[in-house]
Structures are given as structure tokens and as C-alpha cells.
């Protein structure tokens, strides 16, 4: 049969496939993995626990590293530690976890900065994709600060990376 022509149903069955010994070692070897992987594979709702464990895990990080950068501004100076952004993203992702909506005045409470280098700050991470803004449904003048798929990710990577020392009690 021509390549150019479409098979049938019974063609395909008559169809042979001539495999290399390769193509039969990787067959074998993915058999294996499947068959030993499907055997000790943890339920849906033993991941969903983990995953949840692990996440909190990542929050309590997330947390200690605010606080702790809060600590310093009883000690030093809080411009010789200004990052802003830093401290909107990890409040963004501490609120993400218990879907709280912050508007740019909440954030700037909560990391005791001016509303003015929220805003700024807010207006640059969202030129990188890192956070959003939502429209309140009902009153136009309120809008909330919402961590991107991105942002939350690049956090998520980071606070995997940091060392297990960090305070999270």
C-alpha cells in the first residue's frame, strides 16, 4: 500500500512493526518501572496530604523569613534592608494559602512601607509576571494584589532551596 494513502482498520492490524533490540530493552525496561511504580504507588489522598504537609512547610519558611526580616527593623535602620518586593511577595504567598485578598493599603500595613512603594513595587512585579491585579466584583475602586502561577512557583523553588535551618516556629 502507498505511504500516501490513508490505512484502514483491518490494514492496521495486519500491519507489522519491526522493533531493534533497543526498542524491545527500553520496552522491557518501561514495563518494569510500571509495573513496580503502579505496585507502591501511594493513594490520591495520602499525595493530597503530603502535598499539603509540604506546603505548609514552604508557608512556615515563608513566614519565619518575613518575620525575621521584621525583627531587623527593631535593630537597624529599615532602609539599609530595602526590598520592598521581597516582602510583597512573600506576604502575597503567605495570604495565597488561605486565599486572602490583600489590596495594595493591606500590604503596606502589613510590611510597613508607604502605599506609594506598594504600588510601585506592585506595578513592577506585575510587568514581570509575577503578580496580578483583580478587580473587586462590585466596587471599582477596590482592587487586590493576587500572586501569579510564576511568582508562586519561583517562591515555591526558593523556599525549597533554603537550608532547613531557617526558624519556623
Keep these: 500500500m ?4 490513508p490505512p484502514n482498520v483491518d490494514d492496521e492490524f495486519r500491519t507489522t512493526i ?4 533497543q526498542d524491545v530493552r527500553d520496552a522491557t ?3 518494569k518501572l510500571l509495573s513496580s511504580s503502579s505496585e507502591a504507588a501511594p493513594s490520591s489522598a495520602k499525595l493530597r496530604v503530603e502535598e499539603n504537609s509540604a506546603r505548609q512547610d514552604l508557608i512556615a519558611r515563608a513566614r519565619a523569613i518575613l518575620s525575621n ?5 527593631r535593630y537597624f535602620s529599615p532602609a539599609i534592608f530595602g526590598e520592598p518586593a521581597w516582602d510583597v511577595l512573600l506576604v502575597l504567598y503567605i495570604g495565597d494559602a488561605s486565599d486572602a485578598r490583600l489590596t495594595i493599603g493591606k500590604l503596606a500595613s502589613q ?7 506598594v504600588l510601585r513595587w506592585v506595578n513592577y512585579l506585575e510587568k ?3 503578580v496580578s491585579r483583580q478587580r473587586h466584583p462590585t466596587d471599582r475602586r ?6 501569579q502561577e510564576k511568582g ?15 526558624k519556623t516556629q
Design 152 to 166: 508562586r512557583w519561583s517562591l515555591e523553588s526558593y523556599l525549597r532551596a533554603t537550608p532547613n535551618q531557617i
Design 128 to 130: 514581570e509576571r509575577l
Design 2 to 5: 502507498p505511504d500516501s494513502e
Design 18 to 21: 519491526r522493533l531493534t533490540e
Design 111 to 117: 510590611i510597613s512601607i508607604p502605599p506609594t512603594t
Design 142 to 147: 477596590v482592587v487586590f494584589i493576587r500572586l
Design 29 to 31: 525496561r518501561l514495563f
Design 69 to 73: 526580616r521584621q525583627l531587623r527593623s
